[in-house]
Structure formats: structure tokens, C-alpha cells
């Protein structure tokens, strides 16, 4: 069997095993499982661990689970977390200084080794986040190289959407609700009189090796095509939309726009946004030292454009405000994301608008500024503001 | 604080109206203890000694908040022989739980609290340390972080700024990888507008931040007022969540005088 090609069918024994194959493997197996009122992204060892027979019921500012009669597995969606919370990690050593009895400071690179993921349910979005975050972190000439050696390690297996959230808009920015190539395999879950299933596509050659060690039978034309109507179906039932305009110029177009003064009323700057986004990759510095002063750590830790520090100069921040800092987001997000590495920062998975406790909603910014610059006269590049 | 040739810096650690609970902290240190005491001279700290220094301080932390005349000169005096002089917790920082009395009428409380009212010396007002004096660093919470004061107390012997973010508990929330009990529970959580550092301790264990840090430096109050009210809190549990060890900080005071103003 090749790379590619394999395609088979396996059912809810060989999704266990596939997870005790990866472990087996000496991978970290990390997959979707109830917790805390939420489907949360832990290590799991089984697949008695997946949230089967639960769904979300998903609003801006809004998260509840909800029990599902089909006992799906993989029917939710913008959980709490994303996928960089195991390859971005919030907080990381970057070295380690320390004073010898000569006085010379001796400066160790952090070394320790970085597991070896296998991620179980990532839905296309989270695949296309991840091409994002590798754009940023490991395709510049400055390599992370921390982030590189734990994506290259890793094991994808996807799950394509069947079960669009409420929030959720992928269709509108390109990414999914159908898997485009970047995982070792591919599963579509179905659940219909014809049983529990999932039609699983290898990606890669390792992923055509793991399929072959799985209780499984070949695809038949009737599951892959039930698969193929339920994902087409999740397109059409997508909760949100953005705008169809070049989003990137919309941004640019309406800096001024007072609907930033209306958004910036509402928004808490508690980054709460920045933290679920699964493409935001912004860092700050933390350096530790100890009582004996003759050592010292460098670490990196997550860190958010709605943090005052985070703009912070010898004057003060130069985004002092809610409306710049929001600002900031949006138009990096959708917008200037593209100068700066070629694509959009938004995925469309929704988590944003979930985790915001006041329910702002990216999707409806991006109508309100469109209509307001369609009121406004449309087109026309306003002076970039410094700092407001 | 530069260590002088032949000698520690001067650690002092005093008391004002408080329940000790932050100068526990640093006796809690257990196993960075010994390297403190290694590394300062703790010339002044009753709750540790009854031996205390003469001064000056190169550092004195000063836990609670100031409710006496004989208190208020007290600060004085520690401030002039410390050369740095940094707060401990939400009394020092921000008057605490006890400058409830603020809106209230004293000698009420002590008509119906004490027998003998004529014995109670009292301010009519509990205010924090910076009211008095200059504060040179201010750690927040009820009580403090360990980890916080001990990255306090290393930052000023390695002579560089203390990493203590104001921004908000929901930063702390996420990285912790917590559940937002707000959004998925519909629990009131005060995270939103209240500093981090206890590393959002609270809604690990599934309930709401009750803003024992006191203020961040980013509060959007107009937008999330509403929220707690959306969650079941009417405006006395309102103004009660904000009048609690912060009370006398600022923005919590002003946002529920604004509330009972309506």
C-alpha cells in the first residue's frame, strides 16, 4: 500500500486501536475528550476517552454541551482550546545562563527533548491553522526552532466537519469544512443505518502504515459517498459568514471607521480572543533569576496585542486604548496578516467569537465595517492612524 | 539594593491592619526560605522574630492598611529608613475588607460591636500605604502569591524590575488551559477585570474569580457589568463582589458607587 491511496473503513474498535497504535508507537496521543463542561484537548489513551455522544451548543460568548442521540464522536467544534496549545506552548524555556566560579557566564541553549504528538480529531480548520502558525514560526528565515522539531514529530490524523457550530465560518475563509492534503490520515465519521464508521484516507506513507494495522474493512462506495453528501452538507450550514470582499483591502479601507468606537464599547481587552485563536502566535520575554543571583532563565510565554505591555514603549503604550488594541487584532487578523506572510490569519473556526465572554463576533464586525463603508462612500485609503 | 561589602541587604516586614496572612506567605516560602534568609538580612519581621533590627531597610515589606493615627504616623518613620518599600496584599494595597468602613459610620460599628466603645482609638477610614506614603511596588492579592514575592525579592537583588503583569486573570486563565467557567458554566466570573497573579486559581476549580487581586489595568465596566447581571447577579450581589478586599481600590470603589447611584 502507498502513501496516498489507502483508503479503508474502520469502525469505533479501530479508532482505539489506532490511538493505542500511536501510544504504542511512543507517540503522546492528544484527542478531544469531555471535561469540565467542555470538550477539551487532552492526552488520551483509548478510544473510550472521545466525547462520543456529545455535541456543543455554540453562540457568541456561549459554550454548553449537549448529549447526541447518533453517539457521534467528532459532531462539535471551536472548543476551548487549539491545537498550539501542544505545539506553541504558552510558556517555554529558551536558555539558561549561568555564573561560574571564575565569574564567566556560561549560556545553554534549551535542549530538552520535545514529544512526539499524535493529534486525533483535528477538523481542516485546525489544519489550516496549523499551516498559518508554520508560515510564521518555522517558514520565515527566523525558525522556531522549538516549534519545528515538535511539528515535524507529529502525527495528524484529521476529521472532516459534518457538524458546523453556530459560530463557525471556514467555508467564508477558504478552510474547509473538507480536508485539502497536510495530515497523515483523514477520517469522515458516519452514523446512519449502515452502523458507526469512519471512511479513513491516508496522507502520508506513515499514515498508510498505521491504517494497515487496523481492524478494518475496504471503502465502500456507499460510506464514502454518505461521507462526501455530509461534509458537502456542512457547507451549507455554516452559522456565520464574513463579508464576500477582498477582506484585506476592507480592513485597510476603514481604519476610521466609527464602528471601531462601537466595538472598542464593548470589548473587556481581557485577550481572552488571542488566547483560543488558533493562529495567534505573539510571545513576550519573561527572564527569571534566582536568589544567588548566578543564575538565570530566559523563557517565552504567550502574550496578546489587547495586553497594554504589549505596545509598551519608554512613553507608555502606544495602544492605549480599547479601539486601537481591538483594531490591532482585526486588521492583523484579516488584513495586514497577508503583507506580512501571504495568507489570512483567520481560519474561520469560530473559537474567538465562543470564547469572548461578551460575545464579539469577528464576522459581524466585518459586515458592520463593510456597510459602514459602503454608507460612507466606499473606496478610499484613509491616512494610517499612529496611535489612537 | 546593592549589597554592601561585608553585609546583607536589610529585609524589614511590618504590620499594619491586617490578618497576617501575607507575611505567612514569605514564612510559607519552605523551600526558597533558607535562601532568602541566605541572601538578606531579615533585621525586622516579629511574626519570624522577636528580635527586631534597628534599620535602616534596603526593603521593607509592609502588609495592611492604615486605621489608626498612631498607624498612620508609624508609615512615616518605616518609609524614611527603607530605601525601597513595597506592599503586601490587598489591605496594604488597597485598604482590604476592613475599609468597608469607608461607607459607613464608625462609632455605629463600635456601639454595637464593643462593650466599653470609649476603649476603640479608630480612623473613621482604613486607606492603603500609598495614601500615606510613596509606595515603590505594590503586590497584589488576598494574600499574595508566594511565587510573586519571591520573584519580587530576587528582582531587587538581581537589580531589575519585577515581572508581575496587570493585565487580566484570563490571561492566566488560557494559558492554564482552563475552561472558561463564564462561557461554557454561565458561572460570574470577575477575571475579566481583575489583575492577574494567583494564576487564575479559582476557575480551576470550576467557580468564578472573586477579584481578591483587585484591578487590572485595562477595565471596560460599562460592557461588563451587564454580564454579571445576564448570570443572575442583581445590583446588590453586584456591588457586594466589588466591595469586598479591594473595596478602596479606585475603579472597584467608583463602579459601585455607580451602581447604587443606578
Known amino acids: 500500500m502507498t502513501g496516498n491511496g489507502a483508503t479503508a473503513v474502520i469502525g469505533k474498535d479501530g479508532l482505539d486501536a489506532l490511538i493505542r497504535a500511536l501510544a504504542a508507537g511512543g507517540r503522546t496521543v492528544i484527542g478531544p475528550t469531555v471535561r469540565d463542561g467542555a470538550i477539551v484537548l487532552t492526552e488520551i489513551a483509548g478510544g473510550d476517552e472521545l466525547p462520543y455522544g456529545w455535541g456543543v451548543e455554540l453562540e457568541a460568548g456561549h459554550y454548553r454541551l449537549r448529549r447526541r442521540a447518533d453517539g457521534a464522536a467528532f459532531a462539535h467544534s471551536a472548543g476551548p482550546q487549539s491545537w498550539k496549545t501542544y505545539l506553541h506552548p504558552q510558556r517555554e524555556r529558551q536558555w539558561t545562563a549561568d555564573r561560574g566560579a571564575d565569574g564567566a557566564l556560561v549560556v545553554t541553549e534549551e535542549d530538552a527533548p520535545v514529544p512526539s504528538y499524535a493529534f486525533l480529531g483535528m477538523r481542516p480548520c485546525d489544519l489550516r491553522a496549523i499551516a498559518v502558525q508554520d508560515r510564521v514560526l518555522a517558514g520565515g528565515p527566523h525558525t522556531d526552532s522549538r516549534y519545528r522539531a515538535r511539528r515535524e514529530r507529529a502525527f495528524l490524523v484529521a476529521v472532516e466537519c459534518t457538524e458546523p457550530g453556530a459560530t463557525c465560518f471556514c467555508t467564508s475563509m477558504g478552510a474547509g469544512p473538507a480536508v485539502d492534503g497536510g495530515y497523515d490520515l483523514a477520517l469522515t465519521e458516519v452514523v446512519d443505518d449502515g452502523g458507526h464508521r469512519f471512511w479513513a484516507r491516508a496522507g502520508s506513507e506513515e499514515g498508510a502504515a498505521v491504517l494497515a494495522q487496523l481492524p478494518r474493512r475496504p471503502a465502500d462506495p456507499a460510506t464514502e459517498s454518505t461521507a462526501r453528501q455530509r461534509v458537502a452538507g456542512a457547507a451549507d450550514r455554516m452559522g456565520r459568514t464574513m463579508p464576500e470582499v477582498d477582506l484585506q483591502l476592507l480592513m485597510r479601507e476603514t481604519l476610521e471607521a466609527e464602528r471601531w468606537n462601537d466595538v472598542a464599547s464593548r470589548c473587556l481587552t481581557c485577550g481572552n480572543c488571542t488566547m483560543a485563536c488558533p493562529t495567534c502566535f505573539c510571545t513576550s520575554a519573561e527572564d527569571v533569576t534566582d536568589l544567588t543571583g548566578d543564575h538565570a532563565e530566559r523563557w517565552r510565554r504567550w502574550e496578546s496585542c489587547f495586553d497594554l505591555e504589549f505596545s509598551h514603549l519608554p512613553d507608555g503604550p502606544v495602544r492605549a486604548t480599547g479601539r486601537s488594541r481591538y483594531r490591532q487584532w482585526a486588521t492583523h487578523k484579516l488584513g495586514t496578516w497577508y503583507d506580512q506572510f501571504g495568507s489570512s490569519g483567520c481560519v474561520g473556526c469560530g473559537r474567538c467569537i465562543v470564547w469572548c465572554p461578551v460575545g464579539i463576533d469577528i464576522t459581524e464586525e466585518a459586515h458592520a465595517l463593510n456597510q459602514e463603508r459602503a454608507a460612507t462612500g466606499g473606496v478610499g485609503v484613509p491616512p494610517r492612524e499612529a496611535s489612537s | ?262
Open chain 2, 1 to 262: 539594593m546593592a549589597d554592601m561589602p561585608g553585609t546583607r541587604p536589610q529585609l524589614g516586614v511590618w504590620k499594619f491592619a491586617s490578618c497576617d496572612g501575607c507575611q505567612l506567605t514569605l514564612l510559607d516560602c519552605e523551600d526558597e526560605l533558607l535562601g532568602i534568609a541566605e541572601r538578606v538580612e531579615i533585621s525586622y519581621f516579629l511574626e519570624a522574630s522577636s528580635a527586631p533590627g534597628p534599620g535602616p531597610y534596603d526593603l521593607s515589606l509592609v502588609e495592611g492598611s492604615v486605621t489608626t493615627t498612631q498607624d498612620a504616623e508609624r508609615i512615616q518613620g518605616i518609609r524614611a529608613a527603607s530605601r525601597r518599600l513595597v506592599t503586601i496584599g490587598a489591605c496594604a494595597t488597597a485598604g482590604g475588607v476592613q475599609a468597608l468602613r469607608n461607607y459607613a459610620d464608625v462609632a455605629e460599628f463600635q456601639a454595637a460591636v464593643y462593650a466599653r466603645p470609649d476603649y476603640i482609638d479608630t480612623l473613621a477610614t482604613s486607606t492603603p500605604i500609598s495614601a500615606h506614603v510613596p509606595v515603590d511596588f505594590e503586590l497584589r492579592g488576598c494574600p499574595i502569591d508566594r511565587g510573586q514575592l519571591i520573584e519580587v525579592i530576587t528582582a531587587y537583588l538581581a537589580g531589575r524590575t519585577p515581572d508581575v503583569p496587570a493585565h487580566s486573570v484570563c490571561f492566566e486563565c488560557k494559558r492554564r488551559g482552563t475552561t472558561c467557567v463564564t462561557v461554557a458554566h454561565g458561572t460570574p466570573c470577575l477575571g475579566p477585570i481583575t489583575h492577574a497573579g494567583c494564576g487564575a486559581l479559582c476557575p480551576a476549580y470550576h467557580r468564578g474569580c472573586y477579584g481578591c487581586f483587585g484591578p487590572s489595568n485595562s477595565i471596560n465596566f460599562p460592557s461588563f457589568i451587564p454580564l454579571l447581571r445576564r448570570d443572575g447577579m442583581d445590583t446588590l450581589d453586584v456591588v457586594r463582589v466589588l466591595r469586598t478586599f479591594n473595596t478602596a481600590a479606585e475603579e472597584f470603589d467608583a463602579a459601585s458607587r455607580k451602581e447604587l447611584s443606578g
